[in-house]
């Protein structure tokens, strides 16, 4: 089965600075890929859903890019600011109608002042 | 915009009692899903759920767990009898349809298993 390994597993920039998370992956026919963001107590929230067909995806704060050749997805978050402090997790789906999204083992993203 | 509820927000239980974890999906979403998720490691796919029946369950899925929605109403996750190693966060998701469609997750609820 598909597996997502995502990294690194904490991360810890200064206010202002680009932060870059990232995921590989192992299924060929993975299809769609999923950034969420988890807050403490929160539950997962979407940052962005992309298409195997687009390589470079831009978001309020950050890029995403997917290399289907290396099978990487990364998120970069330019300009980090406090409320960007979060755990990050990256997923993949074949998108094969059962929606079994595989989930990478998360960032814990730090944002210092 | 849209929310799935998760309740309780907690629950610890006795080894061996049965526990059901309750889940309000998104009212018009028609697929419904369970993950687990061990502290400090990734969250793993348990189960997912469409027209009353079970797609597609992972090695997670131990023959203790079950799902059901009754009538459209909570999605539950029923384990009897629990083991300790059922400790974790099981989080709750739905969607409108099966395929690339946002999947909204709820907050999970905290099983602790003593």
């Known amino acids: 089965g598909e597996q997502v390994e995502q990294r690194p597993p904490h991360l810890s920039v200064r206010e202002g600075d680009s932060a870059v998370i990232t995921c590989t992956y192992t299924?060929?026919?993975?299809?769609?890929f999923f950034w969420y963001k988890q807050e403490p107590g929160a539950s997962l929230q979407l940052l962005m859903k992309?298409?195997?067909?687009?390589e470079i995806n831009e978001g309020q704060g950050f890029t995403v890019l997917l290399n289907k050749k290396d099978k990487r997805l990364s998120l970069n978050l330019t300009a980090a600011h406090p409320g960007d402090s979060a755990a990050y997790f990256c997923a993949v789906s074949a998108g094969y109608g059962n929606e079994k999204i595989t989930f990478g083992a998360g960032t814990k993203l730090t944002i210092k002042p | 915009g849209p929310k799935v509820l998760q309740i309780p927000s907690h629950q610890i239980i006795d080894m061996g009692q049965m526990v059901t974890l309750n889940c309000d999906p998104v009212?018009?979403?028609?697929?419904f899903y369970w993950y687990k998720q061990i502290l400090g490691q990734q969250m793993e796919f348990l189960v997912n759920f469409y027209n009353g029946k079970v797609m597609e369950k992972s090695k997670l899925f131990k023959d203790q767990f079950s799902v059901e929605r009754p009538d459209g109403s909570y999605f539950t996750l029923k384990i009897q009898p629990t083991a300790l190693e059922d400790s974790a966060v099981y989080f709750c998701a739905s969607s409108l349809s099966g395929e690339g469609t946002e999947v909204f997750f709820g907050k999970g609820t905290r099983l602790t298993v003593v």
């Open positions: 009212s018009n979403h028609l697929y």
């Open positions: 299924d060929p026919n993975s299809y769609y």
């Open positions: 992309v298409f195997s067909s687009t």
